[in-house]
């Protein structure tokens, strides 16, 4: 099939290339009718064009289309080339002053805190970083996509509207010029004519719904047989069914339908299947059934090629249409006209209409196509945008009916335009004005939830699926609302007064419709069966919170408006109580003499409902009456005398009680809902208009009515009114009933109501309730946070309640309130209170929760007591309330106040008798307080005139009336002070006694009893020297407590050290061995330490004891004792790698014998330095991994370590290891012979040794031919003349015992497995290289963190990681033991053909491809298994010494082939010393032997600096190997940091200070040596510039350098499309920051497959860049992601704070985020540590819903 389409398309695509674009425009032109002719030339060309097979060629088809189609259209429009007509159009044009940049996904977008209207209004970062905004408080967030950038427009921002550049544009505008002025009269037609007809082409087509037929005009002809199967997408099935179905459906391969899915999912609709009908429908029926079994199944149309066609060219048109009227604002211009001309059909026959309203029925891509072309024309046209917003508000309730039933996102629906339109001021109010929108929008939402009660309330339970999903979209119409709200009108006209109270009455008809909302009964008997739908009701109060506040705010902003608004919410509230008192009988109640009528009800067994909007709405109201004077300027306006207190009070009083019973326990049986709702109406997020409006309404109730009364009905309501309206109730009570239960629910509710009255009295600081601003009422909630703990800025943001803007107002008062103290490297910034606020703390604070005022309380009264003060919290001062609330103060004079308080008073002095608790003799003291505070103010400021009438001293001072004479309120108190059972509150009784003397002297003027007078005095003084006695008490107790705790604490000190013995054990003994060699020793002190060579320091042996972690059992490490061992953790590492892109083809085949000096990957080994005993560790092991396979058989969770591979955590330390280290005594000591001859100088040892490998391989090459003729064979051997004192048949006995040798096996063969990624085999000859390798990379990156830090080289190292580097070292040393000799020797014979070479090995690398550490180490470890067959007496130590030099030296001249020479003008020109002129000597052979290929000799001076500099790492890695090798103590010069000790560390290796007399020493060997490294072709090669070497010293690896301003990361990750999906906004960029790479995270269309198994970017790059490990920074989320393997992974906190000194992971709260460059030091830290897989098991460890990630799809 394929071959035969192929000539057929050619020669269309001749033809079509065959076109000229000016002759069919010129046909155009000369055309009668255009229509006609513009239809058949697309029904003729867009089919041969577009879906020409199976698979879309976007490329060919934008090109031919180009040509065909659309270059015609721009000569017809231009009359000329289009490549002169436009820019021409452009030049005349004057460029726009609005930036109108619309946003991709993930794009940064800036708000402004302090200039923005409101937060929508946004800047883009180019005109963000021109702005006057940059220096303000910003706030920095990732578009979802499609807003755009609000820059220019002066209605968006308070000041600074321009940035730079649009600011230039803005010079000459003169008020609505008409853009067409700029075009000539035959442009503006041909241009109308092609828009229309074009536009009105595109809509039919888009808006198309018939599958097999297209509108008659661009039928054509000829009609193929071709269909697509067309899948849409829906936001119901999930990926994995879709692929799952289409793979069934089209049998496609997996990946084929993941490509499918993922383009359905990007643009909306993809054919699956192209072909006849018959073939594309049976595809839609097999996709059909199997997806509609528990849903609606995916939509699925067979459509006819040529249809498609033409809607995909009907999309390229509206694309084209918006690039061709950015070069002129005329061409945009008419554009508008053509969309918004009413058609022929009258209303919503426009085109923009049309599209509008068939929104829901295109797929995604088109929406977005035509979406965008709005945004660029009508929006970014002030004057169509107006009609735009006229048509949008005419077709609202239509487009929100249709976003509600469509199941796309919010993003893809036209109904999100409502942000771009509503949000401007003088549309909002034109369309308030002109279309009701207010109105309009709210009866909308009314008309979508018709769920109600017989009451016409809203009823949500037994909501199902699909309506609650309805819920959840009918909730952007709020969002609407309070767009069109959110800037409040500066000044009113008529018309807008009379729309705004027609929707204020709409509102008001909601709220009623919540008023009374899902009534509660308490459940008696036995606990609720179903927990009842609460949260949809709550989750409307949330979403509505808002558009209340802000609702109040415009009325408040007009007088006549909130009168009006006052008298409608009231009339509202009334028909809500219309039948107030029907079915309730009224009674009477009456206390000291008080009488009041009111109805019996009972909270305890009526209904009763949280919700409560309307009161509420009227509490808020009358508050702004009392704040705007409007109560005192017009109250004959307002209906205040027909006001019914009680009436009001009624409803938010039962809600009061509802909290309070249930506090007491009351409603247990009532379930989880009732605790969540009453949780929720105390929350910041809602208690402003719930809570905190309640108690107002109280207040309002309570200023307007007798308080007497007003308390008897709250009595009554509380269900208290029997206790206190009856004599001796209480004392009765508690002797008759014993039932604990109905005890402690009446004293909680008492406590509660007591509480509630201190808040009715105390609360004013709501601006109109007292005399205060909004800012003192933010400073009081700031304050009483921050006297519970001190807190970092987000925190605080929590607690506080924001506005519609998302502001809490915060900024602007926490600098008068608080000290801000900086961030360590962990932790966050924090606030700490003022101490000079502390006198402000109010304990019943009232939006304190219990848990809050309790801590409230203890961290207040402990900061007294650290300041030695009393730790009395009497009442703060409170300001004066407004003249509306002023009668409130009478309460607490009220006779009733005064009972309660007497009463409860009474059952204190006789404690036994009564059931009473001390919260409510706290609270009644608080009230006194109170009492006395405000008396103390109305005596301050009072005027000549006034007689005060608060007289609460009087009135406490009197005892009762005749027939019981109870004492007064002041004898009582005085009783208590001295009662001892009330220690903690008598602070609190001697404040008030002092309190009210002091209020009784500014009584002076009135006359009193001089009795009283002086009993007060005398009183005072008593008290004052009680108080001094009580002060040395109280000091006392204090002194013996803190003994008595330092004494337990010592003894808990005892415990521990005895209890983790082994712990201090380890590293007492790691000093004891370090210092007992410096200290004691006499020969150390007085001579020089040599760590290698004949001439060794011989060091006394230490003996050692350990101690096992798990027995506890105590043994000395020996040679034949049982295997001691160190929990290990071996990885693979390229943290040192130079060279990122190696890769091991097949580790089966590859040699590691060289290291490559770029250490592309090594391999690394840790240890948390825990000893155990090998066989228990075995046995720990084995349980490990019998728990791991139960767990299997159990639950299938992930643990945080992997036992399959051989992973456990540390029994002590929890730290993740996967092997073991045995614990050795210096291996050398053990093989060390006797030397008993002169040592060989280096060319003699050389010849020997090279003699004996001859020898030895003559032999091997013996026995592997095969032994024909023995007379033969003894002739061979007496050829070969065996080197004097060789025996190489001689085996030497392993020393170790059995379970020692077992473990060198296990570490050998776990070091294999995991550098190699292969399977396990001790058998392998490079087990032994694998384990010298390792010893090697961990010194040298030891070497390279502590040079790194500028530590020196033997300073204090932790002690597990000496441990581990001399256990590593020592096993390393050892490990040969356990391989076959013979092995080794091959090792070694190869390993010293790298440097004297030997005609047996060829193909050796060259001496620049060596890494010269890893040679050396491999050389001195493998060294003893040809010197063990030696019994010439050379000893092991010359060896060592020898092999030292020849690497030394080899590394020298590594050095100088490729040291760079740059000459500065630096050259000392003093005369040289000694090392200068050895070394340019060197160079000058070094110059001869490369035939002089070598650059020209440089000075002396930089060469033996550059060789110097390049070969200290090498020294120091040495001088650590040996160390641990030999054991011998480091000099102390060497562990002072500083200075580069290069002299130190040359005697300690015993090299000479001038390394270059090592060659003049040597030079007859060392001259044919050089010559033989410089003749290698790679050597020449690379002098002559064909290949690269690594240079000396190699830079250390540092993470990549991130910027210091988060956004730019922002801004790089969106301009990031995936690599895989054509240019497609990635969702989840990642930035790798260890090479830099972004990638493409979480997501489908970057799956690779890893060892048989799909992973994610992430995963796979950590295989290719870290060998397994992976720091990310995830730049959305602004987290660090740190990868192991395919199964490990934990978040990190990010390196990036704002400027509280806080991260903010998940970019949630936007501030303005910087670098911090410690916090990222410490995460390169931990890699250069090769911390990263132990932090991740830490982390996994702590918190087990790390476990459960795939991290591997990341």
């Excluded at 794009?107 to 005109?127: G, I, K, N, W």
């Excluded at 600011?167 to 609505?176: K, M």
């Excluded at 084995?1182 to 992930?1198: G, I, M, N, P, T």
């Excluded at 990868?1683 to 390196?1695: D, E, I, M, V």
Aim: charged share 25%; aromatic share 8%; proline share 5%.
């Amino acid at each position: 099939m394929a071959s035969e389409l192929e000539p057929e398309v050619q020669a269309i695509d001749r033809s079509l290339l065959e076109c000229s674009a000016e002759e069919i425009a010129g046909k155009w032109l000369q055309a009668t009718d255009l229509t006609r002719e513009l239809y058949q030339h697309l029904a003729h060309y867009v089919p041969k064009i577009y879906c020409r097979g199976p698979n879309p060629f976007p490329q060919k088809e934008d090109m031919l289309a180009q040509h065909v189609l659309l270059g015609p259209m721009e000569w017809y429009l231009c009359g000329e080339d289009p490549a002169f007509g436009f820019p021409k159009l452009e030049q005349a044009n004057k460029p726009s002053h609005l930036c109108g940049r619309v946003f991709k996904v993930g794009e940064p977008t800036y708000s402004c805190r302090d200039c923005a209207v409101d937060p929508t209004c946004v800047l883009c970062m180019e005109c963000f970083l021109g702005s006057i905004h940059r220096d303000h408080r910003y706030r920095m967030t990732t578009s979802g996509g499609g807003g755009f950038c609000d820059c220019g427009d002066t209605e968006a921002w308070k000041e600074g509207p321009y940035c730079q550049k649009h600011e230039l544009n803005t010079s000459e505008i003169e008020e609505e010029e008409d853009p067409l002025v700029h075009l000539s009269e035959d442009v503006i037609a041909r241009t109308y004519n092609i828009f229309a007809i074009m536009f009105r082409y595109a809509v039919e087509i888009l808006i198309w719904e018939k599958e097999s037929e297209l509108p008659e005009d661009l039928e054509m002809v000829e009609k193929s047989d071709t269909y697509y199967c067309m899948l849409f997408n829906d936001e119901v099935h999930t990926y994995e069914q879709v692929i799952y179905t289409l793979q069934k459906a089209v049998n496609c391969t997996q990946k084929e339908a993941i490509g499918f899915a993922t383009t359905v999912d990007r643009d909306g609709r993809r054919s699956v299947r192209y072909g006849d009908f018959q073939y594309c429908e049976q595809a839609k029926s097999v996709i059909v059934r199997n997806t509609s079994r528990q849903t609606k199944p995916l939509k699925v149309q067979v459509m006819h090629s040529s249809i498609v066609a033409h809607q995909n060219f009907g999309l390229k048109l509206l694309s084209w249409l918006g690039s061709i009227i950015g070069y002129s604002d005329g061409l945009r211009r008419i554009l508008c006209q053509v969309g918004l001309q009413e058609g022929p059909d009258g209303e919503n026959s426009s085109l923009v209409d049309r599209l509008m309203l068939s929104d829901s029925k295109l797929w995604k891509g088109a929406r977005s196509v035509y979406h965008q072309l709005f945004m660029s024309s009508l929006l970014m046209d002030l004057k169509y945008k107006k009609l735009f917003a006229v048509r949008f508000a005419k077709n609202y309730e239509r487009l929100q009916s249709d976003y509600v039933t469509d199941d796309h996102d919010r993003e893809f629906s036209v109904a999100d335009l409502s942000v771009q339109i509503f949000t401007v001021p003088s549309l909002a109010r034109m369309l308030i004005t002109e279309e009701n929108l207010m109105s309009i929008i709210i009866k909308t939402f009314m008309d979508h939830l018709r769920h109600r009660d017989a009451q016409g309330r809203f009823q949500f339970e037994r909501y199902t699926a699909l309506q609650a999903f309805k819920f959840r979209r009918v909730q952007s119409l709020i969002l609407d609302l309070k767009y069109v709200l959110i800037s409040k009108p500066t000044e009113w006209s008529d018309e807008l007064r009379q729309k705004f109270l027609e929707g204020f009455d709409a509102f008001l008809e909601l709220l009623k419709c919540m008023q009374g909302m899902d009534p509660i009964t308490r459940q008696v008997g036995q606990h609720i069966e179903m927990e009842p739908e609460w949260e949809a009701a709550f989750t409307l109060q949330m979403k509505l919170t808002h558009v209340i506040s802000m609702m109040q705010d415009w009325c408040a902003s007009d007088e006549k408006v909130l009168i009006e608004a006052y008298k409608k919410c009231l009339a509202v509230l009334m028909q809500c109580h219309g039948g107030y008192t029907d079915g309730e009988q009224p009674i009477t109640l009456s206390i000291c003499g008080h009488s009041v009528e009111t109805i019996r009800y009972c909270v305890s067994q009526e209904k009763v409902s949280i919700h409560l909007p309307v009161s509420r709405l009227l509490a808020g109201l009358h508050v702004l009456l009392s704040k705007s004077e409007v109560a005192y300027k017009f109250p004959e306006l307002l209906p205040l005398s027909e006001l019914s207190p009680p009436m009001l009070i009624e409803h938010p009083l039962r809600c009061l009680v509802l909290c309070a019973q249930v506090h007491a326990g009351m409603w247990r049986r009532n379930g989880f809902s009732l605790v969540n709702q009453i949780y929720y109406y105390h929350n910041v997020k809602c208690r402003r208009e719930m809570f905190d409006k309640d108690v107002v309404m109280l207040q309002t109730g309570v200023s307007m009515m007798d308080p007497n009364h007003f308390l008897m009905i709250m009595l009554s309501r509380f269900e208290l009114y029997q206790i206190f309206s009856t004599p001796d109730y209480g004392k009765r009570f508690s002797s008759e009933i014993t039932h604990k239960d109905v005890v402690q629910q009446n004293n909680t509710l008492i406590e509660e109501m007591l509480y509630l009255i201190i808040m009715l009295v105390g609360e004013r600081f709501s601006p109109g309730v007292g005399q205060v601003n909004a800012t003192d009422e933010i400073k009081r909630e700031i304050i009483h946070q921050l006297s519970i703990k001190p807190m970092a800025h987000s925190e605080l943001v929590k607690s506080l309640p924001e506005d519609e803007n998302k502001e809490t107002g915060m900024e602007s008062v926490i600098e008068a309130v608080a000290h801000f103290k900086k961030p360590g490297l962990t932790g966050r910034g924090m606030y700490e209170l003022k101490p000079e606020c502390a006198k402000e703390f109010n304990l019943y604070f009232y939006h304190f929760s219990r848990a809050e005022q309790s801590k409230a309380e203890e961290a207040q009264r402990k900061l007294k007591r650290q300041n030695r003060e009393d730790t009395a919290l009497p009442p703060p001062v409170l300001p004066p309330f407004c003249p509306l609330f002023a009668s409130l103060v009478n309460i607490l004079q009220s006779d009733v106040m005064l009972c309660i308080m007497g009463t409860i008073l009474q059952w204190a002095v006789e404690h036994n008798g009564y059931a009473w608790s001390e919260s409510m003799l706290q609270r009644v003291l608080h009230l006194i307080g109170m009492a006395l505070q405000e008396e103390k103010q109305h005596l301050e400021n009072v005027t000549e005139e006034h007689v005060v009438t608060f007289t609460f001293t009087q009135k406490i001072s009197k005892p009762g009336e005749a027939p019981k004479n109870s004492p007064s309120i002041l004898a009582m108190l005085e009783t208590l002070q001295n009662a001892p059972y009330l220690e903690v509150h008598k602070d609190m009784i001697r404040w008030i006694l002092k309190t009210f003397n002091a209020v009784k002297k500014m009584r002076e003027s009135s006359p009193t009893s001089p009795v009283a007078e002086t009993e007060g005095t005398i009183m005072e003084e008593t008290s004052r020297d009680k108080d001094k006695a009580e002060r040395k008490r109280k000091a006392e107790i204090a002194r013996l407590r803190r003994e008595k705790i330092m004494a337990q604490m010592s003894e808990m000190q005892r415990h521990f050290i005895d209890e983790n013995k082994e712990l201090f054990q380890q590293t007492l003994e790691l000093d004891a061995s370090t210092s007992a060699v410096l200290d004691n020793s006499p020969v150390a002190s007085d001579m020089t330490l040599t760590a290698l060579g004949p001439a060794q320091t011989q060091v006394p042996e230490q003996r050692q004891f350990v101690t096992c972690i798990l027995c506890q059992e105590e043994q000395e490490v020996k040679v034949e004792s049982r295997a001691m061992v160190l929990a290990a953790f071996v990885q693979r590492s390229t943290v040192l790698s130079k060279n990122r892109s190696k890769f091991i083809q097949d580790p089966e085949k590859y040699d590691p014998l060289f290291m490559h000096p770029d250490l592309s990957c090594g391999t690394h080994t840790s240890s948390c330095g825990h000893i155990m005993h090998a066989h228990c560790w075995q046995r720990y092991f084995d349980s490990v991994q019998a728990k791991e396979q139960r767990r299997q058989q159990r639950l299938r969770l992930h643990t945080s370590y992997d036992v399959e591979n051989g992973e456990f955590l540390c029994p002590l330390c929890e730290c993740l290891s996967n092997t073991v280290i045995p614990l050795l005594l210096p291996p050398r000591n053990i093989f060390n012979k006797l030397n008993f001859s002169d040592q060989p100088n280096l060319t003699q040892w050389i010849r020997t040794i090279s003699q004996q490998i001859k020898a030895l391989q003559f032999l091997r090459k013996e026995e592997s031919t095969p032994n024909n003729a023995s007379t033969k064979n003894s002739e061979n051997v007496d050829e070969l003349q065996l080197p004097e004192g060789f025996r190489p048949d001689f085996r030497p006995k392993n020393p170790y015992s059995e379970s020692i040798k077992e473990m060198l096996t296990t570490f050998g063969t776990a070091t294999y497995k995991v550098g190699l990624k292969v399977h396990p085999n001790e058998e392998d000859p490079r087990v032994p290289i694998m384990c010298w390798g390792s010893c090697a990379y961990t010194i040298q990156s030891i070497e390279r963190i502590l040079s790194d830090e500028d530590k020196p080289l033997f300073g204090p190292l932790p002690c597990r990681l000496d441990d581990c580097l001399r256990s590593l070292t020592r096993f390393a040393a050892a490990h040969w033991t356990v391989a076959s000799v013979s092995v080794v020797q091959g090792h070694f014979c190869k390993l010293f053909a790298s440097l004297v070479p030997n005609d047996s090995h060829e193909e050796l690398p060259c001496i620049l491809d060596i890494d010269m550490f890893h040679l050396l180490v491999a050389l001195v470890l493998a060294f003893p298994a040809l010197q063990c067959q030696d019994f010439s007496g050379i000893s092991l130590g010359t060896g060592d010494l020898h092999i030292f030099h020849l690497v030394t030296m080899a590394h020298i001249i590594q050095i100088l082939l490729t040291s760079c020479t740059e000459e500065n003008g630096m050259d000392q020109e003093n005369p040289t010393c000694e090392e200068e002129s050895a070394v340019l000597a060197l160079y000058k052979t070094l110059h001869r032997y490369t035939g002089s290929a070598l650059k020209e000799i440089p000075s002396g001076w930089h060469l033996w600096r550059s060789v110097r500099a390049g070969i200290m790492p090498f020294l120091k890695c040495s001088a650590l190997f040996f160390h641990y090798l030999n054991g011998v103590p480091s000099p102390p010069d060497i562990q002072v940091p500083g200075t580069s000790h290069f002299e130190h560390l040359c005697n300690y290796l015993s090299l000479p200070n001038n390394l270059i007399c090592l060659f003049q020493e040597n030079s007859e060997i060392m001259n044919s040596l050089i010559e033989s490294w410089c003749r290698n072709s790679e050597v020449k090669r690379y002098l002559e510039g064909e290949r690269d070497a690594i240079r000396y010293p190699r830079e250390s690896n540092k993470l990549i350098n991130l910027p210091e301003d988060y956004s730019s990361l922002i801004n790089q990750a969106s301009n990031f499309s995936c690599p895989k999906s054509g240019g497609d906004k990635s969702r989840a960029p990642t930035l790798c920051l260890v090479c830099g790479s972004l990638l493409c995270s979480q997501s489908y269309c970057c799956q690779t497959e890893l060892e048989g198994e799909d992973v994610g970017a992430c995963t796979a790059h950590t295989y290719s860049c870290g060998s397994g490990v992976g720091i990310f920074l995830r730049v959305r989320e602004c987290q660090v992601l740190f990868l192991a393997g395919k199964t490990k992974g934990c978040f990190y906190s990010p390196p990036y704070l704002d400027d509280y000194g806080e991260t903010d992971q998940g970019l949630r709260r936007g501030n303005p985020l910087h670098l911090c460059k410690e916090r990222f030091k410490k995460i390169q830290k931990l890699w250069h540590q090769h911390s990263v897989t132990e932090e991740i098991g830490h982390a996994q460890e702590a918190n087990q819903t790390l476990v459960g990630i795939d991290w591997q799809h990341l």
